[in-house]
């Protein structure tokens, strides 16, 4: 039962910042479609943009995403994560022609406590295509952002 263990000692304070790692059912690959991957950025946009989370980095990859984002107001993981994953999980259903579990249950979340360490959250969140070899130079990604670069 791995989602009940990452449910442990997990709490969503406002302000604070989090590096959440999202992986999709069985590691299927669905966001090696283009569209897809951009379907999922759409909507981490619109949580954005409805001031839930200000968003300081993220990259998708083939079968998971990273996303660093800062808690506002009365915001909690649970409600962020769930908006993100159900939203997209619909839209990129629906984009396939398919139904079932988009992503794993879950998910995985890092409290970022000092300053110092959003920079460097944030360039390995951006560095993830090099580690895995999809690219030599993360401009060539298509996938990612943050707010520094």
């Not at 951009?38 to 968003?55: S, Y």
């Not at 107001?73 to 649970?78: A, I, M, R």
């Not at 993830?128 to 070899?133: F, Q, S, V, Y």
Request: aromatic content about 10%; some cysteine.
């Amino acid at each position: 039962m791995a989602s009940r263990k990452l449910l442990k000692g997990r709490c969503s304070l406002p302000n604070y910042a989090y590096h959440l790692t999202f992986c999709t059912q069985n590691k299927q690959t669905v966001f090696n479609d283009f569209h897809c991957a951009r379907l999922l950025v759409n909507e981490l946009k619109i949580i954005t943009e409805q001031g839930k989370v200000n968003t300081l980095a993220w990259v998708v990859m083939p079968d998971h995403l990273h996303w660093l984002v800062q808690l506002q107001s009365e915001s909690k993981l649970k409600n962020i994560t769930q908006a993100v994953k159900g939203k997209s999980a619909l839209v990129i259903n629906r984009n396939l022609n398919r139904q079932g579990q988009l992503w794993q249950r879950g998910y995985h979340d890092h409290a970022i406590r000092d300053e110092k360490q959003f920079i460097g959250t944030a360039r390995y969140i951006v560095a993830n295509p090099l580690r895995a070899r999809l690219v030599n130079k993360i401009g060539d990604y298509p996938h990612w952002d943050a707010i520094w670069l």
